[in-house]
T-cell receptor, first 110, second 114 residues
Framework: TQLLEQSPQFLSIQEGENLTVYCNSS?????LQWYRQEPGEGPVLLVT?????EVKKLKRLTFQFGDARKDSSLHITAAQPGDTGLYLC??????????FGTGTSLTVIP | DTEVTQTPKHLVMGMTNKKSLKCEQH?????MYWYKQKAKKPPELMFV???????INESVPSRFSPECPNSSLLNLHLHALQPEDSALYLC?????????????FGSGTRLTVV
């Protein structure tokens, strides 16, 4: 059973467009992380959110943790080709287990 | 030093070969992990070492054999692999028991079994 479902699975957009990636679960998580993985590299941690309703901004990226700590979203403003990659959410359960989401593959076309 | 270093970066091996993947970190992390990842899919957990002891083995075939010689090193010994074992193998580390801080991943070893 996949605890964290991401949508969309694949996304191809033009440079300058905005996009939102969703990470949904029926389980509660004590914290949630977002990673970006470029081809041929390992995932790189972008942000950790721990409080329900929390919003964090990282330049053009905005991360939100749902009030019930079951879901999260990643919004990218004015996407650039350098944003291309696999975006993974990952949640830490209250039992300290760690689960990756299903992944969203983003391609930004120049 | 905030990196996890994996070697080799690429490996091609035959089904009868024996090879090893290596991982090293000097962040003082006491938990280390091996993951297997297929293209555009999330990483799949294989093994977890906590304080140099194997704490989780996710029903991985015995042709994969992990080893943790000390708190900074993690190896994955490979023997008699199958073509379907071709994948990106990722090593990660974290502060033990504090997964809220996330993992630090290495760049991976791209393994091809021929």
């Amino acid at each position: 059973t996949q605890l964290l479902e991401q949508s969309p699975q694949f996304l191809s957009i033009q440079e300058g467009e905005n996009l939102t990636v969703y990470c949904n679960s029926s389980s509660v998580f004590s914290s949630l992380q977002w990673y970006r993985q470029e081809p041929g590299e390992g995932p790189v941690l972008l942000v950790t959110v721990v409080t329900g309703g929390e919003v964090k901004k990282l330049k053009r990226l905005t991360f939100q943790f749902g009030d019930a700590r079951k879901d999260s979203s990643l919004h990218i403003t004015a996407a650039q080709p350098g944003d291309t990659g696999l975006y993974l959410c990952a949640g830490a359960s209250t039992g300290n287990q760690f689960y990756f989401g299903t992944g969203t593959s983003l391609t930004v076309i120049p | 030093d905030t990196e996890v270093t994996q070697t080799p970066k690429h490996l091609v091996m035959g089904m009868t070969n024996k090879k090893s993947l290596k991982c090293e970190q000097h962040m003082g992390h006491r938990a280390m992990y091996w993951y297997k990842q297929k293209a555009k899919k999330p990483p799949e957990l294989m093994f977890v070492y906590s304080y140099e002891k194997l704490s989780i083995n996710e029903s991985v075939p015995s042709r994969f054999s992990p080893e943790c010689p000390n708190s900074s090193l993690l190896n994955l010994h490979l023997h008699a692999l199958q073509p379907e074992d071709s994948a990106l193998y990722l090593c990660a580390s974290s502060q033990e028991g504090i997964t809220a801080y996330g993992y630090t991943f290495g760049s991976g070893t791209r393994l091809t079994v021929v």
